[in-house]
């Protein structure tokens, strides 16, 4: 039987997360795209811990984004990340995509990440 999207999704991002882990020196920041909204967080596997996180859905950016489309908000959120990463003295992170395809918002926040000073 063939999978539905959304098992296909799950099914890839099991193989990322094989791949990749994130540490103190360089954690690393997974995306979650819904339909409205996209969320970022940037993540300490050892000690499992969240050191950052900025979403489209807070009430803090609510103002920012309202009447952007899609793609813009998604670039606000990766420059106010790349922003509250800086604060935390966070320079460099591994990309997780987390089972999304590298392609419009998705792409999107990773670029502006980039921008604001986050090397990954």
């Known amino acids: 039987m063939a999978k539905t999207r959304q098992e296909a999704r799950v099914s890839r991002k099991k193989a ?7 540490t103190a020196e360089r954690p690393r920041l997974t995306v979650f795209r819904s339909l409205r909204h996209i969320s970022v967080q940037v993540v300490n596997d050892i000690e499992n811990r969240v050191i950052a996180t900025a979403t489209t859905n807070s009430k ?11 793609t813009d908000a998604a670039k606000k959120v990766g420059a106010k990340i790349a922003a509250l990463c800086k604060e935390k003295g966070v320079e460099a992170v591994v990309f997780d995509r987390n089972g999304f395809k ?8 990773a670029e502006a990440a980039r921008e604001g000073g986050l090397s990954f």
Do not use: D, T
């Not at 990322?16 to 994130?22: D, L």
């Not at 803090?60 to 899609?70: C, D, I, R």
């Not at 590298?102 to 926040?109: I, T």
């Open 60 to 70: 803090a950016s609510a103002a920012e984004v309202e009447g952007l489309n899609k």
């Open 102 to 109: 590298y392609h419009g918002r998705v792409r999107a926040l």
């Open 16 to 22: 990322i997360r094989k791949k990749m882990r994130g």
